[in-house]
């Protein structure tokens, strides 16, 4: 262990967990050592710092950086502010470069590889400047399992809709191969094509708002042969103003459940067939919508209409 390590225990030890540290970040200090009274002036410097199991405080301000958090830290915590529109996180352009898919540039603002990691609090901007990748809020891949995204806002303000709609285009928040995932409580917002895009399992998409989807609002969608989207919860969201469907459902045995689904341009819930199945997104191999449980949903004003069912053994009530 090393003297950093050593001072941010002492700060913040208590009688009845000494193995857990946290960290503090402030915008405008210069701090080495992520202390109360040192803070860091980056929330990846105590990523860096910090191990399993620690909490980094994040002092309202704004934070112009893209953050990674690394398989080794298991049960990583990072909080804003009490008010999540204070603790503002705005991409700055990835430096690092990353692609997703291969020979794809994206600007991802939250990367998250470790399991059980909770972000919460935050408000997350891809910032007005002429897109020039593509973009995710939040995106969870393997080793990730059981991350939590609570309280936080993801928005877009893009300029220009980069690589839409002719190549896998922006997310909100995009977890893959994953499961356990929540989200709850979080407001999704402005220009990404996709705000929740979930080819997972286990997951709980829970009390969102998920406004103005330039395509799908909520998709669980069977993207390619090593992905299963099977027992998600999808449970009372505030979905309006998708350009396509408010709510999109490609895998099989997910609970669709007292939802809003407003003002969609396509379907407000769409239970999709095989890949020819108009509307869907395509996925990686054929998939049907089955076993799923639609009930007591409020669907108004959807374009195309309020529910569509073209998979299989579906109970929708």
Do not use: W
């Given at each position: 262990?090393?003297?950093?390590?050593?001072?941010?225990?002492?700060?913040?030890?208590?009688?009845?967990?000494?193995?857990?540290?946290?960290?503090?970040?402030?915008?405008?200090?210069?701090?080495?050592?992520?202390?109360?009274?040192?803070?860091?002036?980056?929330?990846?410097?105590?990523?860096?710092?910090?191990?399993?199991?620690?909490?980094?405080?994040?002092a309202a301000?704004?934070?112009?950086?893209?953050?990674?958090?690394?398989?080794?830290?298991?049960?990583?915590?990072?909080?804003?502010?009490?008010?999540?529109?204070?603790?503002?996180?705005?991409?700055?352009?990835?430096?690092?470069?990353k692609?997703?898919?291969?020979?794809?540039?994206?600007?991802?603002?939250?990367?998250?590889?470790?399991p059980?990691?909770?972000?919460?609090?935050?408000?997350?901007?891809?910032?007005?400047?002429?897109?020039?990748?593509?973009?995710m809020?939040?995106?969870?891949?393997?080793?990730?399992?059981?991350?939590?995204?609570?309280?936080?806002?993801?928005?877009?303000?893009?300029?220009?809709?980069?690589?839409?709609?002719?190549?896998?285009?922006?997310?909100?928040?995009?977890?893959?191969?994953?499961?356990?995932?929540?989200?709850?409580?979080?407001?999704?917002?402005?220009?990404?094509?996709?705000?929740?895009?979930?080819?997972?399992?286990?997951?709980?998409?829970?009390?969102?708002?998920?406004?103005?989807?330039?395509?799908?609002?909520?998709?669980?969608?069977?993207?390619?042969?090593?992905?299963?989207?099977?027992?998600?919860?999808?449970?009372?969201?505030?979905?309006?103003?998708s350009?396509?469907?408010?709510?999109?459902?490609?895998?099989?045995?997910?609970?669709?459940?007292?939802?809003?689904?407003?003002?969609?341009?396509?379907?407000?819930?769409?239970?999709?067939?095989?890949?020819?199945?108009?509307?869907?997104?395509?996925?990686?191999?054929?998939?049907?919508?089955?076993?799923?449980?639609?009930?007591?949903?409020?669907?108004?004003?959807?374009?195309l209409?309020?529910l569509?069912?073209a998979?299989?053994?579906?109970?929708?009530?």
């Amino acid at each position: 262990m090393n003297i950093y390590r050593s001072l941010i225990i002492l700060a913040s030890m208590s009688p009845t967990l000494l193995q857990a540290a946290n960290l503090f970040v402030n915008s405008e200090s210069n701090g080495a050592n992520c202390i109360a009274t040192a803070p860091c002036a980056t929330i990846q410097e105590a990523i860096n710092l910090a191990e399993s199991n620690d909490t980094i405080h994040v002092a309202a301000g704004t934070y112009v950086e893209n953050i990674a958090i690394p398989n080794s830290k298991d049960g990583l915590t990072i909080r804003g502010a009490k008010h999540r529109k204070t603790t503002i996180v705005s991409a700055g352009g990835d430096a690092v470069p990353k692609q997703a898919p291969a020979g794809v540039p994206v600007d991802i603002i939250v990367d998250i590889f470790a399991p059980n990691v909770t972000i919460a609090n935050l408000t997350l901007i891809h910032p007005a400047d002429e897109a020039s990748k593509r973009d995710m809020g939040v995106f969870i891949r393997p080793p990730a399992s059981d991350t939590t995204i609570r309280n936080c806002h993801v928005k877009r303000e893009r300029v220009g809709a980069v690589l839409e709609p002719t190549a896998p285009g922006s997310r909100a928040v995009f977890a893959i191969r994953t499961s356990g995932t929540a989200v709850l409580h979080n407001t999704l917002s402005g220009n990404y094509q996709d705000h929740i895009h979930f080819p997972t399992s286990g997951s709980t998409i829970k009390n969102n708002k998920v406004l103005n989807a330039t395509r799908i609002g909520i998709t669980i969608i069977q993207e390619n042969a090593t992905t299963l989207s099977e027992d998600n919860l999808i449970i009372a969201n505030k979905v309006l103003n998708s350009g396509g469907d408010g709510i999109q459902i490609q895998g099989d045995s997910n609970v669709v459940f007292a939802n809003k689904v407003i003002g969609s341009g396509g379907y407000g819930i769409h239970l999709c067939g095989e890949s020819s199945s108009p509307g869907c997104v395509p996925p990686g191999q054929d998939a049907t919508a089955s076993q799923n449980i639609v009930k007591a949903n409020r669907l108004k004003d959807n374009s195309l209409g309020n529910l569509a069912d073209a998979g299989s053994d579906n109970i929708v009530k």
